[in-house]
């Protein structure tokens, strides 16, 4: 249960609902156990009445005994009716009480579990699958909610019930009452045991539908790359496989599922044909009267929910405290990217790089070795490399999703970590080298870091990306929606919206991680130009494999597995002939060349 002390808090938020919950199973339990005496007073009463009717027929008074024998059997049945009714209504009002408490802490759990992943660094993303996070905030949370809804609602039925119903039973008949209890502990480890066998195999079906669905999102996602290769019947030979194992274990659960009620079945005619042969042996004796022979089978068949429950009850718990702990191990998870001063100034875009060195703290790869560099108020930085050496790490420490291993980054003079991370991370325009739109509008994905909506901003973010005529060649316009990961849109398009979306905000520093790479020549020259009158006044920093995207900048540094090899401008690194003039006319001359026409 330890894991599981971490809900007392809502539990406490919620107690009031729990309180009435409590209340009304007490209710609603006396109306179960009134019944029963009803019953017994009603079936003593016909046999009495019998005994009494037959002299009274040979009286000639059997018509006015007969109507006053069926009206108090008539007041039984409408009291018995009354309190199942009256019954029914407090068993609705558990639910309202227990069971929404439950959604309502569900809804606190998942939202404070949301607000949690959203403060967490991106090392905590990198070392985590999505599907993961996915599975602690819905699947664990849903498990988490059956202990506080359903387990907690039937364990306070199981604590009320079973003691008013075995007091009562005892101050009836102790004898009757030991007897027709004796398969009930035996019942209550059964279905535990069953519970067991059945939560086994239902996780065995889980993990099996998760690669299933897993295996059939792979190959929706890559459906180009499956007809290709002409490779659809080896998927679907590999899907029959994986859907053949998830149905033997469907009918193994089945197997086991057919076992429940039986059991319950088998014990609970156990245990009464136990209250009638011995409450028959007391009837014969004349200890009791024929109505506690019904009474005690109707209290033994009320035990036996309460009691089959507790195996139920427990293997909730059980499955509910697992994902408690999955869910506290990422709930204990730190943000280790603290603001120590928490300033929130307007920056002028003024940065500084000193001795920067980083290690991924997952991979243990080092990134940067020693790097240092300065960038002016207004000025454009270019950062050229292959792929690997470094040039995307340098824009995620500038916005601080890490902190440097050593080394100092500062902004207008001041260290970074000084900053009120969001203020600083408002400032800056970011358009990352994978791009991400989400399933919205095209207005909505260029406007996503704007406070309020504009229109005028968005369609001249859109014309400054050199995007705005496809966006209005679609019949929707701004209010075209994107598919999953902006589907919608080709490669170029989704960079260019992309691009859109960090312009749109107005920042006082703009990076461009290698935003370009899916663009033609022509069209990068024409984002190039249309950003020079954006990139003003404006500390931007243009990252790229391609020398044509920074030879614009006013200082270009050249990285090579996390050092800084060459740096300068355009013509003075041309000038040096060296890795930064290789790759200037490698990359010419590739490009001449597709220009060539093929023999």
């Not at 059964?190 to 996780?203: D, H, P, T």
């Not at 919205?440 to 014309?463: C, H, M, P, R, Y």
């Not at 003039?581 to 590739?590: G, H, V």
């Amino acid at each position: 249960m330890k894991p599981l002390w971490r809900l007392n808090k809502y539990l406490y938020r919620y107690r009031g609902l729990i309180l009435l919950g409590i209340l009304f199973t007490v209710i609603s339990n006396i109306f179960v156990i009134i019944p029963a005496q009803l019953v017994r007073l009603a079936i003593d009463y016909v046999v009495e009445s019998v005994t009494f009717f037959r002299p009274l027929q040979r009286s000639g008074l059997a018509v006015e005994a007969k109507e006053m024998f069926l009206q108090y059997v008539f007041i039984f049945g409408v009291l018995i009716l009354g309190m199942a009714l009256l019954r029914g209504l407090f068993l609705f009002l558990i639910r309202q009480t227990i069971i929404i408490m439950s959604r309502k802490v569900e809804y606190d759990l998942k939202n404070d579990i949301y607000d949690h992943y959203q403060q967490l660094p991106l090392s905590f993303y990198r070392k985590n699958s999505t599907g993961d996070l996915m599975a602690r905030i819905t699947e664990d949370v849903s498990r988490v909610r059956m202990y506080l809804g359903p387990a907690i609602m039937y364990g306070i039925n199981l604590l009320v019930l079973f003691p008013l119903v075995i007091s009562y039973m005892i101050s009836v008949n102790p004898t009757l009452t030991l007897y027709s209890l004796l398969p009930l502990p035996v019942l209550s480890l059964s279905i535990y045991f069953v519970n067991n066998l059945i939560n086994e195999r239902s996780e065995k079906i889980q993990r099996s539908l998760s690669g299933l669905s897993t295996f059939v999102q792979e190959a929706f996602s890559g459906i180009r790359v499956i007809k290709a290769f002409v490779r659809e019947e080896d998927s679907a030979r590999d899907f029959d496989v994986a859907s053949e194992d998830y149905k033997v274990k469907s009918i193994n659960l089945t197997k086991v599922n057919a076992l429940f009620f039986p059991l319950i079945m088998a014990l609970v005619g156990i245990s009464t044909i136990i209250v009638v042969y011995v409450g028959g042996m007391q009837v014969i004796d004349g200890q009791i009267g024929y109505g506690v022979i019904a009474e005690f089978i109707l209290y033994v068949n009320m035990l036996t929910w309460p009691v089959t429950s507790l195996g139920w009850i427990t293997s909730i718990i059980q499955r509910a405290a697992a994902s408690q702990t999955r869910i506290n191990e990422f709930l204990d998870e730190k943000n280790d990217l603290i603001s120590t001063e928490n300033i929130e100034a307007n920056i002028q875009g003024e940065i500084s790089v000193e001795n920067m060195s980083f290690i991924y703290p997952d991979s243990g790869v080092q990134a940067l070795d020693n790097v240092s560099f300065e960038i002016g108020h207004g000025q454009t930085l270019g950062i050229i490399g292959t792929t690997g050496s470094g040039k995307s790490t340098i824009a995620n420490l500038l916005m601080r999703m890490y902190d440097p291993t050593s080394g100092a980054i500062k902004v207008d003079g001041k260290l970074l970590e000084r900053y009120s991370i969001s203020n600083l991370r408002k400032q800056i325009g970011y358009v990352p080298q994978d791009v991400f739109l989400f399933s919205d509008t095209i207005g909505n994905n260029i406007a996503f870091g704007l406070e309020e909506f504009s229109q005028d901003i968005v369609e001249q973010a859109a014309k400054d990306a050199d995007v705005y005529q496809n966006i209005v060649d679609f019949p929707k316009g701004f209010d075209t929606m994107l598919g999953e990961r902006g589907i919608t849109l080709s490669g170029g398009q989704k960079q260019r919206v992309s691009i859109a979306r960090a312009i749109a905000k107005e920042p006082k520093i703009l990076i461009l991680d290698d935003c370009l790479s899916a663009v033609d020549t022509k069209t990068e020259n024409v984002i190039l130009n249309a950003l020079k009158e954006i990139m003003q006044d404006r500390t931007s920093i243009i990252i790229s494999h391609r020398v044509s995207s920074a030879k614009l900048a006013d200082h270009i540094i050249v990285l090579d597995e996390g050092k800084i090899v060459e740096q300068g401008n355009h013509n003075s690194l041309m000038d040096k002939r060296g890795v930064y003039a290789d790759l200037y006319e490698k990359q010419t001359q590739s490009s001449e060349s597709l220009d060539e026409p093929l023999i």
